[in-house]
């Protein structure tokens, strides 16, 4: 069974920061691209964040690009989102996914697997 788990999630005020985690299981976490993406009520999911298998490669939405860091610690089968300077425009429900291939990680539909979310609420 595969299994994603997004944790970090929470309050916070306008120029804080969070860092999100996704620990995976039921995978071999080395052979999957991972990604962050996130969805407000009304809206569409969009993408935040890629890294590649071993993260040598990274990829941001530009909203994002200059305050946020993905990182991946596969020893630990857990990816990480950090982000800086959060505006009220971050509250989401951020999602994590899992993606064999290695290109237009910025698709959602390219994601093989996904987890329940966790919470981002900004407030001014």
């Known amino acids: 069974q595969v299994q994603l788990v997004e944790s970090g999630g929470g309050l916070v005020q306008a120029g804080g920061s969070l860092r999100l985690s996704c620990a995976s299981s039921?995978?071999?976490?080395?052979?999957?691209?991972m990604g962050w993406f996130r969805q407000s009520p009304g809206k569409e999911r969009e993408f935040v964040a890629a890294?590649?298998?071993?993260?040598?490669?990274?990829y941001y939405a530009d909203s994002v690009k200059d305050r946020s860091t993905i990182s991946r610690d596969n020893a630990k089968n857990t990816v990480y989102l950090q982000m800086n300077s959060l505006i009220p425009e971050d509250t989401a429900v951020y999602y994590c996914?899992?993606?064999?291939?290695?290109?237009?990680?910025?698709?959602?539909?390219?994601?093989?697997?996904w987890g329940q979310g966790t919470q981002v609420t900004v407030s001014s």
């Open positions: 890294i590649s298998w071993s993260g040598g490669r990274t």
């Open positions: 039921g995978l071999t976490f080395g052979t999957y691209a």
């Open positions: 996914g899992a993606a064999s291939l290695q290109y237009a990680l910025r698709v959602s539909s390219n994601y093989h697997y």
